[in-house]
Every structure is written in C-alpha cells, then in structure tokens.
C-alpha cells in the first residue's frame, strides 16, 4: 500500500518575504561572491538550503520561552531548564552549554587527546577533524566502505566497520586510541544513519578496551527516524525512547543545538564523566563564558530546553524527513543523480556523476553549487574535494570520493512547492549539463578552506 500523506503538525503563524531575482543579477551576484555560496548575501537568495544550521523555524512555544530569559550572569534559570530538559531527553548526567556545537568538540579535543593519539570516527566531519587535529589528533576512517559509495543503498550507510577498529588496535594498540567519536546521521556521507546494533556492537568493542564513546549528537534525533523506520523492533517505540537508549551507549556527546535542537544559536558538551566534567567547566570559563550560559543568553538555553522536547515528538521528525525524501523522490523521478538513500537533513547531487567531464580538481561541486544559484537562486554547499582540505602532512589536496552538492533543508522552514522549485532546477541543469565548465581556486585560507575560498570559472 502506498505510504499515506504525513502532513506538518504545525500551522504557519508568521512568514518572511524572500526575494526573486533575475539571472542577469544572480550571475553578477555569484561572480563577485568568487562562485562560492558561503560568500553570497543571504538577501539575493531565493531557497537557502546552504545548511540546516541555525536555519531552523522557532516554535510560538520556544518564542515565548525567549521572553523568560534570565539574564544573569551566574545560575540563570534557564540554564537549570536546559540541564533538565538534557538530561530527561539525552539522559547524561552533567551540562556545559557553549555557544555552538565546535566549542564543545575544541574543549573535548583538548581535554581527551594527547599528541599522536588516534581518533576512529564514522567519517569525518569539517569542524570536528580540525579540532581533534589542532589538538595533535590523528583521524581515522571506520566507517563502512558503502559510505564512501554514492549508490550503495545500504539502509544504514553510517555503521562503523568494527574490522577497521580492531585493525586500529591490533597495529596501534589501544592506548594510542583518545576514545571514538561516533556520529549520527554521517553528514558528509550524505546523513546516513548508522543502526542500534552496530552501535550495540561497538560499544561492547570499546569496553572491552577501556575506551569511551563520545557522540557528535548533533542529528541524533534524525538517526532514531531511521531506526524506528528501519530496524527490527523499534516500529513501535516512540522516538524519544529510542533516543535515550541510544545516548546510553555513549560516556557523552558533543552537540550544536542549532540542528535537531530546533534553534538558531547554541551548543552543549554533555557528559556521565565527573572528572572530565570538571575540567571542561574550567575550559568553558576561559573560552566561551561561565560555566551556566556557556556564551549563550538566557533566553537562548530557554529556546534550547524547550526545542529538546518538540524535536523528539514522533510526527515532527517524521514529517522533517519526509520532506528530505520528497524531495530526493523528485530528483530521482528527473533522473538527477544523487546520494542513495536520501538521509535525514538533505538530498546530495552526485556532482562526479552529474558533470562526468569535469576532473575533480576542476572543482565539480562547487561549480555546479554556483550554476544551481545562478538558474534559480537556490543557494547550496560544495560537499566535496574544496570542503576536504589539505592533508597536514603531505600538503596535498585530499581526493574524496565522494564530490557532492548538499542541498540541505532547514526545519520547519519551507513547503514541498519550494522543494519542487529545487527539483526543477537541478532537473534543468542536468539537462544542459555539458555546457557546465569548472573552476580554478585563486584564494585558498589556511583551514577550513570551503567557508571562504575563491574561484574563477575556466575558459
Ligand atoms: O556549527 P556548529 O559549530 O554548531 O557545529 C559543528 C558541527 C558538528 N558536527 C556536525 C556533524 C555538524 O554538522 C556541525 C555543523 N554543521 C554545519 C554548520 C553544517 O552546515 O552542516
């Protein structure tokens, strides 16, 4: 039987205009923005899918909770509702709010890894790996090989490959391993979910050597969808339950609330460890702010606390992925190729698929980034060779295989006509995919290069 219709369980309360342009502007437009979407005002895009961070709709709830802001410096109320409402939905024991999700994965870093250790995670994420490399860190790739594959259509794309692990081990020994940072919901492999039995797995894995398990939470509530859809035995069992379970395999997690915590700022390191607890109080005085707001407001930990308890509502986060599906459903009705299968936050163009005569040095997703925003306004992100940096060692650029384009989708934000908007663009431009040309690079920064690299096209 066909899947019936999961309409939002919300009505819309309040809009914001957007503007619509015209090709001759948005061209000039991406042109001095040196064709990466980072560097275009928000104010000349028409759909902004550049991420799902911070973009989030505000519930009236969370809205009225702004209004209860304590603003003190030290014990705001707020800050106790947040470390309720954390440990109720998480279940960790101790809070540390910081300003966003990288402020708890610096203090992490730097508090759990010695020089020269290793850290396995399930693919690594920008901010994540620059922090754990800063922090003499080495990553190391566990994830799947399926992950790595564009049309592999494994249900659960973000497991770890427990066979890397014991390789890890068995050549390093456990002790040059600082713990595993594990990640919901994989974003750069397309926010692919991993499975509760992996995770299950895993964690017998590590207990058996001492190391702890340390989530980047930050789409977790995205990845339980998934395994209540997926999994056998969790058809039934309410997201939050199956969120908690989740959490309990973990000694903490690192989080940027402006992803399923339904806000537009805000982070939180959270933890059932008291000594590393302490010590990252201490860290998060020095960096971010004391250790109850963390650099947030008041009213942003009220906005916080009160998002943890809707993002776990089942016809919620249904109807948020579903909008993901549907629009990944129409790509693959125009035969545009992407990442299978659609995972929790955005549909990913295949761009290696998409632009076969482009090598990746040319930049293929970042060029065709800069094409969608020219034919539509629709403003997305180059997931691919610029978003991968340089190896520190060598200097080389690293060569993902995965070249994508990530059409992202904010929560709560726009309606399935705007996702067909999205659809008829790409659909357009891989019909004129030949006439697409690459870029060259002519300003690199020194880290994290995607946010602000320039290009100029090739002739
Ligand atoms: O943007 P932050 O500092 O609140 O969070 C950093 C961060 C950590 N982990 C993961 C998996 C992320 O996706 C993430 C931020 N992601 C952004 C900004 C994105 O556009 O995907």
């Known amino acids: 039987m066909k899947q019936r219709t999961i309409a939002e369980p919300y009505k819309i309360k309040m809009v914001e205009p957007i503007k619509m342009t015209t090709r001759e502007y948005r061209a000039e437009k991406v042109r001095e923005a040196g064709y990466n979407t980072f560097l275009l005002h928000s104010e000349d895009v028409y759909i902004d ?13 969370q ?31 101790y809070l540390v709010p910081t300003h966003q999700g990288r402020a708890a994965e610096h203090i992490t870093s730097q508090l759990r890894t010695k020089p020269g250790q290793y850290v396995p995670m399930n693919m690594y994420f920008t901010t994540t790996r620059e922090h754990m490399e800063r922090a003499g860190g080495i990553f190391y790739d566990c994830i799947i090989d ?16 427990l066979n890397k692990l014991q390789r890890l081990v068995d050549e390093k020994g456990a002790e040059s391993i600082a713990y595993l940072s594990i990640a919901p919901c994989v974003n750069m492999a397309g926010g692919q979910p991993f499975s509760m039995e992996n995770l299950r797995q895993v964690a017998e894995w590590a ?13 977790a509530v995205e990845n339980c969808y998934f395994i209540q859809q997926r999994e056998e035995g969790y ?17 903490g997690c690192t989080m940027s609330s402006k992803k399923d915590n339904l806000v537009n700022i805000g982070g ?67 035969g545009v190729p992407i990442v299978l299968p659609v995972g929790g936050h955005a549909v990913f163009l295949d761009a290696k698929r998409f632009l076969p005569h482009l090598p990746q040095e040319h930049f293929p997703a970042q060029a065709l980034a800069a094409e969608l925003y020219v034919d539509s306004g629709v403003r997305s ?37 705007h996702m067909d908007v999205v659809a008829e663009s790409c659909q357009a431009l891989y019909e004129e995919r030949d006439r697409i040309k690459g870029l060259k690079m002519v300003y690199e920064p020194s880290s994290l290069r995607f946010f602000q690299a320039r290009f100029e096209p090739l002739p």
């Open 63 to 93: 809205w009225a909770g702004m209004m209860l802001g304590d603003e003190a410096y030290a014990g705001a109320r707020n800050f106790y509702n947040m470390e309720r409402a954390m440990q109720e939905i998480y279940g960790f024991k």
């Open 235 to 251: 058809a039934n069992k309410p997201i939050r339950e199956i969120l908690r379970e989740m959490m309990s395999y973990g000694e």
């Open 268 to 334: 939180f390191l959270a933890t059932n460890n008291e000594e590393f607890f302490i010590k990252a109080k201490e860290m998060v005085v020095v960096f971010e702010g004391l250790h109850t707001y963390g650099g947030l407001s008041g009213r942003d930990m009220e906005a916080v606390a009160r998002g943890m308890y809707e993002m776990v509502e089942d016809a919620y986060i249904a109807s948020r992925v579903r909008q993901v599906e549907y629009l990944g459903q129409r790509l693959r009705e125009g």
């Open 381 to 417: 992100m180059e997931r691919g060779i610029v978003s991968a940096g340089r190896d520190p060692v060598t200097g080389e650029h690293r060569r993902p295989k995965l070249e994508l384009v990530r059409l992202t989708i904010p929560r709560r934000v726009y309606t399935n006509l």
């Open 146 to 161: 399926e992950a790595h594959d564009p049309q592999s259509e494994h249900p659960f794309k973000g497991n770890v490959d």
């Open 49 to 61: 899918l550049l991420t799902d961070s911070g973009t989030s709709a505000m519930s009236d709830r």
């Open 207 to 219: 207990k058996r050597y001492g190391l702890a398990i340390i989530f980047d939470a930050t789409r």
